[in-house]
């Protein structure tokens, strides 16, 4: 999937922020593009709902917020919509090529286990530990009990929504405004949004840190 054009002069105008751009955006618009953040079509209609956002940080704050009112079933909805993408394509280097299938291995044993996708969130990690820190998570989740597991993928996706957002609120330069990481989750450079990795079977958005967002055609209309 590639960014979309603009289809609204107004959303792409010179000098209008990433946020001021979502909180504009008509609802269908918003409500296709934070789908891209989290699957869950009511923690989606909750964000669209609340705006404007007066900046990324109260924006980033009710992600939080929705995603900690996550029924099970909006957990399940969000997971179904998680795709079956090896979570580190493009990873430096021949050389990690047996921990590459050992962790698809891991991922195929989790997904047997638990019966959903394996998510993790990797801010605050360089690309060249991504690989190991991935495939660490998987081993040791692999021993807790399916509801443990449950709480450990609810924060993972949590974790990830909001790094997701942080990239669509980010502009031209990666820059997030005033983007603070939440207590014991690093960041990356000062006054950047978290380069977060999805590794896991993961729905990455489908724009990259410092990339366009995709202002692009409505998508789908937000249900009632």
Known sequence: MSPSTPHSTALAAPGHAPLDRLNAADPATAYALLLECCGSAGWARRIVAHRPYPDV????????????????DDLAE???RETASHPLDGEPGPSTLAAHTALRAAQDAYEQQF??????????HPPEHRLDHALAGIRARLENEPHEEWAVTADELRRLARSRLARLTADATGTAGTVHAPAGHPAGAAGHAPAAVPA???????????????????GPSVPD
């Open 57 to 72: 940080d109260t924006l980033l704050a009710a992600a939080d917020e929705a995603s900690y009112d996550l029924s099970a």
């Open 115 to 124: 019966g959903h996708a394996f998510l993790i969130c990797l801010d605050g």
């Open 200 to 218: 896991g079977r993961t729905c990455a958005a489908a724009y990259t840190p410092g990339a366009r967002p995709p202002w692009g055609p409505a």
């Open 78 to 80: 969000a997971l179904a």
